[in-house]
């Protein structure tokens, strides 16, 4: 059965379980890898997570095939994909900050965000909390119901962001940052993309938006956070890419992506700058 609950009840069993190992685990972390600079780690708990993951869903799901973080793509047969992030906000984990997550979303399409339907998914944090969604289904935090109704203007917004590994291109975000400040009321950065989106959802932030992220920082928690009611999408208004992701209540989204914009967002991806 591949309707969106049973996916999402699959997803929050396995995200559970990886949650469980990572937590107990977390006092033995230590980094086993880097990948796109020095700063940007993998810990030999991301590596158990994620291995975790693929058994559970060859398991529990042996015909889906999976888009992991930290491995390879495991192809599969039934036209659903698995996107795996084991530990989201690897450092917040490494440093013994509460926000991080195991992130799982399952997928019906080709897997990149431009073509796929997301159509459940699960956010388990290390604070405890479960955040999941199903397509038309609804978003939750534990077992109560997410519903976003209100959201302040720009000038009142609390907003989110995040910032990449590379430092060319950190440079670019501060700047961008930098002119946002002056727009909003105030801005936050808690180190783990799925995070942030779930507390969009939940209200807890008004606005969120990060260039660079990867399919699987956002497949669980964008469909969490559009279940409860918020816009996310990209520059052009489109699915969410790699190169922006700007999740807003419906009535300040263009407003919000139009003073990124003047602040330069459009700039900030240029491949020159990588
Ligand atoms: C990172 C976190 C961080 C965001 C980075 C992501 P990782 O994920 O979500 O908040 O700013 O862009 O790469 O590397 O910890 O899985």
């Not at 990886?18 to 708990?45: F, N, W, Y």
């Not at 997410?146 to 590994?165: E, I, M, N, S, W």
């Not at 520059?235 to 300040?252: F, Y």
Request: aromatic share 6%.
């Amino acid at each position: 059965m591949s309707s969106p609950e049973s996916l999402m009840q699959v997803a929050r069993t396995v995200a559970t379980e990886a949650a469980s190992l990572i937590i107990d685990g977390r006092a033995r972390a230590e980094v086993a890898a880097t990948k796109s600079s020095p700063i940007d780690i993998v810990t030999q708990m991301d590596l158990a997570a994620e291995r975790l993951l693929r058994d559970r869903l060859a398991e529990l799901r042996p015909d889906d095939a999976i888009l992991g973080e930290e491995g390879d793509d495991s192809p599969g047969t039934s036209g659903i994909t698995w996107v795996l992030d084991p530990i989201d906000g690897t450092v917040n984990y490494l440093y013994g900050l509460p926000h991080f997550a195991v992130s799982v979303a399952a997928v019906a399409g080709e897997p990149t965000p431009q073509t796929w339907t997301a159509l459940a998914g699960a956010v388990h944090d290390g604070s405890g909390v479960l955040w999941s969604a199903s397509r038309d289904g609804g978003a939750w935090r534990n077992g109560e119901p997410l519903v976003r109704t209100d959201a302040p203007g720009l000038d009142g917004t609390l907003l989110a962001t995040g910032f990449q590994y590379v430092a060319q291109r950190r440079v670019r975000q501060g700047e961008i940052v930098t002119s946002m400040l002056g727009r909003v009321r105030d801005i936050r950065r808690l180190g783990a993309a799925a995070v942030d989106l779930c507390l969009v959802a939940a209200g807890h932030l008004d606005a969120y938006y990060e260039h660079g992220l990867h399919p699987w920082d956002f497949a669980a928690a964008a469909l969490i956070a559009e279940e409860a009611g918020v816009r996310v999408a990209g520059i052009d208004g489109g699915a969410p890419d790699e190169r922006l992701t700007i999740a807003a209540m419906p009535d300040v989204w263009e407003q919000l992506r139009d003073a990124l914009l003047e602040a330069g967002a459009a700039r900030s991806w240029d491949a020159s700058e990588a």
